[in-house]
């Protein structure tokens, strides 16, 4: 992934970070856990991780190198093509190509990127009917192959937490992000390497995907060796996650969280940039159909009490984010006030 080149955004147009601290953060942060989703005790362990940390990492998932290597190789083919060409799949609205704006609403960060929706009926295409779309047919079997490998990865997740939280049926969760209308998106992140920061203190880092929590169920992610990724502790601490290019990292979304009663709690995540070496992530949202509803499964809830959030639909929930900035408490609108 050397040869990857944009022209720098400049560096004003990005806000700075405090670094994480040096050390890793915090001395209570023992790592990040890692779950072979096959072994014995798997359930278990998804919800503990969950519980801790909102975060961890899926190994021996099964899906083949091959199809992780490919999609890497056809996004460094696609952000290394001349400017003025990646330019007619953008800008992002929020689908397409976007460089340096994230969202509708002024976030910024030393990124570009591809954001697609991958529902199964679009499968094939790639995007929602007028959305642009790379035209690299290359690309979007590369995007097909991986999409249809990672949600099974973010199904067996949601299985591993129902079971894990004595939920019935064991597809209760994962049924709701596997149908066929199932709203999944993913985006395909390029840092370039940031040699301003070499010009800022210690203590400061340019932001490449400022800080948030993710609205879906589950995200799955995956990326190259670079590191950059930081994650927010409960205790408002954030710690980097040292990069592991053969597992994919799962995030705890807002609707797990709410769909979880607030047992599971979606977490703050971040990316900072690398003052060397280029960073590709890609990363699946696992989102439900627009009209499910999200709201606390019925096990998880006393008897009589009520959920800790209002009722919503996905797609109401969906409309309320894409109004929001990156760094909103997108769920605080609906939590139940005493
Ligand atoms: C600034 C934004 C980007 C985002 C839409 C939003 O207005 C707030 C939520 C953001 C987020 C985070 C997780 C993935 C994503 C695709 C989503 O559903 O909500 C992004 C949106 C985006 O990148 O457009
Ligand atoms: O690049 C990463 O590791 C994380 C990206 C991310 O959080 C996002 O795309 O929403």
Redesign the pocket.
């Known amino acids: 992934m050397g040869v990857l080149a944009i022209k720098p955004p400049a560096l004003d147009q990005i806000s700075l970070v405090r670094s994480a601290e040096p050390g890793g953060g915090s001395s209570s942060f023992p790592g990040v856990p890692a779950v072979d989703l096959s072994g014995p005790g798997a359930a278990a362990a998804v919800v503990d991780a969950c519980e801790r940390f909102g975060f961890f990492k899926v190994v021996n998932h099964g899906v083949p190198a091959r199809v992780v290597d490919r999609l890497e190789a056809e996004a460094a083919s696609f952000f290394a093509r001349p400017q003025a060409e990646k330019d007619v799949s953008g800008p992002a609205d929020p689908l397409g190509y976007g460089s340096k704006r994230i969202g509708r609403n002024g976030d910024t960060g030393w ?1 570009e ?1 591809l954001l697609l929706a991958v529902d199964h009926h679009q499968a094939a295409a790639v995007s929602k009917a007028g959305s642009p779309v790379p035209s690299s047919s290359l690309l979007r079997e590369a995007v097909s192959e991986y999409v249809g490998a990672v949600r099974g990865v973010a199904a067996r997740v949601l299985e591993a937490v129902a079971e894990g939280l004595g939920v019935a049926p064991r597809d209760a969760l994962s049924g709701m992000v596997s149908g066929a209308a199932s709203d999944g998106v993913l ?1 395909v ?1 390029h ?1 370039p390497p940031c040699p301003l920061l070499q010009r800022l203190p210690d203590s400061c880092s340019v932001t ?2 400022g800080e ?1 929590t ?1 609205p879906q169920l589950v ?1 799955v ?1 995956r ?1 190259n060796g670079t590191p ?2 930081q994650l927010a502790l409960r205790d408002g601490r954030w710690v980097p ?1 040292p990069p592991d290019r053969d597992a994919f ?1 799962v ?1 705890v979304g807002d609707s797990l969280e709410v769909l979880t009663n607030g047992r599971l709690k979606s977490v703050r ?3 900072v940039a690398n003052s060397l070496k280029p ?1 590709v ?1 890609m ?1 699946y ?1 696992a989102g439900p159909a627009p009209e499910q509803r999200i709201a606390p499964l019925p096990e998880l809830l006393g008897h009589g009490e009520q959920g800790v959030y209002r009722e919503f639909t996905w797609g109401d929930y969906k409309k309320a984010a894409y109004r929001s900035r990156l760094g909103d408490n997108r769920l605080d609108p609906f939590r139940r006030r005493a």
Do not use: E, Q, T
């Open positions: 990124l990127y985006r992140n840092y490449g995907f948030h993710d995200s992610l990326s950059g990724l996650v990292f995030i995540h971040r990316v960073r992530s990363i949202f």
